[in-house]
């Protein structure tokens, strides 16, 4: 992690072509340790979720180089390291887990961003249907305890389709589903970083599995 965490910082203060391009031999042994871990961790997932057992690195790992073209910021590079764990790999629909990697804000996350119009309306029927499953995954002791509630921005008038009487209707406002938790310093190590970040993986699988379900049947 230190040889990561210690690019991560250089490129941090020279976010600039003529330094990365003077410094690609660190990106590359940098990248090459993400992608270690990113294998350790398919396959600790791979215990307990099959559907991630078949991804490789190149499936789950972000660029580093950012898309400028639309952004006021306009420095090149992303000063973190991420990687994405879904079904079908980081482009697919599906719901999956995600690892950031970033010096002073490494965390853990998962869930459905931004889901499509689609796939969203087909969560908001399914904790209609079914809000009993939903909130006892959400609620659940060790899930809240790790990922604390469910974060992301709300509809502030209850979606078209849904009557504002419903007992949940504040699951059914939000735009996304997702949770996550920051990684302790102390977790940071190379011998304790991937169990912890498996292991937190493995308490989220209920809520990656529920919002799957409603992915299938978008």
């Known amino acids: 992690m230190k040889i990561i965490l210690t690019f991560l910082e250089d490129l941090k203060n020279n976010n600039n072509r003529d330094w990365f391009q003077a410094n690609k031999a660190r990106y590359e042994e940098a990248k090459s340790e993400f992608e270690t871990i990113v294998t350790e961790v398919i396959t600790g997932i791979s215990n307990f979720d099959s559907d991630i057992g078949l991804l490789k690195p ?7 180089y950012r898309d400028v073209r639309f952004s006021k910021n306009k420095d090149p590079y992303k000063i973190n390291m991420g990687a994405a764990f879904s079904k079908g790999g980081r482009k697919s629909r599906h719901a999956g887990y995600y690892l950031h990697v970033e010096p002073g804000n490494c965390f853990i996350g998962g869930g459905k961003w931004q889901p499509e119009p689609d796939v969203l309306k087909s969560i908001r029927y399914e904790i209609f249907h079914s809000p009993k499953e939903f909130r006892k995954i959400v609620d659940n002791k060790i899930f809240v305890e790790k990922f604390g509630k469910m974060s992301g921005d709300k509809l502030k008038r209850t979606p078209k389709g849904f009557p504002q009487d419903f007992e949940e ?3 059914i406002k939000f735009k996304s589903y997702i949770a996550g938790t920051s990684i302790p310093e102390d977790q940071i190590t190379q011998s304790k970083f991937t169990p912890f970040v498996v292991n937190a993986f493995r308490q989220m699988k209920p809520f990656i ?3 799957n379900k409603c992915v299938d049947h978008a």
Request: net charge neutral; with cysteine.
């Open 209 to 211: 599995g529920f919002l």
């Open 169 to 171: 209707i504040e699951l």
């Open 58 to 64: 190149k499936d789950c790992v972000f660029r580093i």
